[in-house]
């Protein structure tokens, strides 16, 4: 079992308090979290548990966690070629512990980023690493030449105000029908917002977690204020509910200095 603290100096945890999103600050104690994952020795796309334990300086477990966006923690999971992306909810069983089951799709490396807040505290982020057994069939990391993709017959056309690091800029998905062209103006809440995006950098070290500016918004267009901490490449991944169904959509962004 191995520990992380749930905060990170580096610019790994931003959040969309406010709707934008800002550094948190490291709170008096952060947590921290063990990881046991079983079986050890994992396969591909053989079901896995993965449980964490969250307790103070002390080991002494905490057992109170304030809700965001309907869960008490988010959990993604990323493989280190950013093919794979698991967004997953952990259920609480008491005494600091959860636990929740998935199946990791290919061979590699991935790193697993828990997203939580003790109740009375400010937000955390605990990362783990580990592999999926066999031979790794990695993918190059390329920024997308035309920012729109077609998912599940819904067209999602990803725009910018400005692109460049450190700077509070508005990024926004605008969503049509693929054969009609027709704006959607029906998206249903996904955990209580409009749309969630997770963006990391090429290197999983910069993690960012944004809301939208409006979570009540139905489309056709969801827009969100963030701020990349760094120049480079980044994998965005906006999650959208339409008609009962989930659409997750990548991009791949450079995000230059200026």
Do not use: C
Request: hydrophobic residues 35%; proline residues 6%; without cysteine.
């Amino acid at each position: 079992m191995e520990q992380d603290h749930g905060h990170h100096g580096h610019n790994q945890m931003d959040h969309g308090a406010n709707h934008a999103n800002h550094q948190q600050t490291t709170p008096a104690e952060a947590l921290r979290v063990g990881w046991e994952l079983n079986p050890k020795d994992i396969q591909p796309r053989q079901e896995t548990e993965i449980k964490l334990s969250l307790k103070d300086s002390h080991g002494i477990p905490a057992t109170a966690f304030s809700v965001v966006h309907e869960k008490q923690m988010h959990l993604l999971a990323i493989s280190k070629d950013l093919s794979t992306f698991l967004h997953l909810h952990p259920e609480y069983i008491g005494d600091g512990e959860f636990t929740v089951k998935t199946k990791f799709p290919s061979a590699g490396s991935y790193k697993l980023f828990a997203d939580f807040m003790p109740e009375g505290g400010t937000q955390q982020l605990a990362t783990f690493e580990h592999n999926a057994e066999g031979a790794e069939n990695t993918q190059t990391v390329t920024p997308d030449e035309v920012l729109k993709k077609t998912v599940n017959g819904l067209d999602f056309k990803l725009s910018f105000d400005r692109l460049a690091a450190n700077q509070h800029l508005t990024m926004a998905f605008t969503i049509t029908d693929a054969e009609t062209q027709v704006p959607v103006k029906e998206l249903e809440p996904y955990l209580g917002s409009a749309g969630h995006v997770v963006i990391v950098s090429s290197d999983l070290e910069k993690f960012l977690h944004v809301h939208p500016t409006d979570e009540k918004t139905t489309g056709p267009t969801v827009t969100y204020m963030t701020t990349f901490p760094e120049p480079g490449i980044y994998k965005i991944w906006g999650q959208f509910k339409h008609k009962e169904e989930m659409h997750t959509v990548p991009f791949v962004v450079e995000v230059p200095s200026e």
